[in-house]
């Protein structure tokens, strides 16, 4: 396993996972809700700023590496996830939205796998309807996490919920688009 700085983002980001997770299992009483709230959000913010990073990085510095481009998305998938859980959990999330996005995560996921195993994985290569869908999420999340009006004016809890309804319009219009990309591969290999 290659260990370069990028690596070791995506690391760090897989390890902000159960923290995030564990901040919702401290009794109210050692930290408040609205404390656990901030430290939550900015937990997510700097895990998603280290997916950013992490990919500016490897390639800025020309270390990519197979393990990398495995790893990243990995981390990517079980941070959002984990995230729509505690949000479905705290009842800041529909359970029907959190089952569509991460149902797609999986989809794909093994869509894509399957793809490179019959060497056709550049016919699901990212396309920028999964990278705006990304973002949609990456906005939602820590809105939907924080929870709170910021300034008694913005309504964080609202913004989220519109942003993660977007999200989850454009997780299954990128779903559709990429199983018909796949079509003709997963047509001509049965």
């Not at 913005?154 to 942003?163: E, K």
Request: hydrophobic share 55%.
């Amino acid at each position: 396993m290659p260990l370069n700085v990028p690596i070791i983002l995506t690391w760090v980001r897989i390890v902000l996972i159960p923290l995030l997770v564990a901040l919702y299992y401290l009794p109210d009483q050692l930290l408040g809700a609205y404390a656990r709230d901030v430290l939550a959000t900015g937990t997510f913010v700097v895990a998603a700023l280290t997916d950013w990073l992490d990919g500016w990085l490897a390639r800025r510095l020309n270390q990519t590496s197979a393990f990398g481009a495995f790893l990243d998305p990995v981390a990517d998938k079980l941070m959002v996830s984990a995230a729509l859980l505690v949000l479905l959990n705290f009842g800041r999330v529909d359970a029907l939205i959190a089952l569509v996005i991460i149902g797609r995560e999986i989809t794909i996921s093994a869509l894509r796998e399957w793809m490179a195993q019959i060497g056709a994985r550049t016919s699901v290569a990212v396309h920028w309807l999964g990278k705006v869908k990304t973002v949609a999420q990456m906005i939602a999340i820590p809105c939907l996490l924080y929870g709170h009006t910021v300034f008694d004016v913005v309504d964080t809890r609202w913004w989220g919920s519109r942003l993660i309804e977007i999200a989850a319009i454009l997780t299954v219009w990128s779903m559709m688009y990429y199983l018909r990309r796949a079509w003709p591969a997963i047509k001509n290999s049965t």
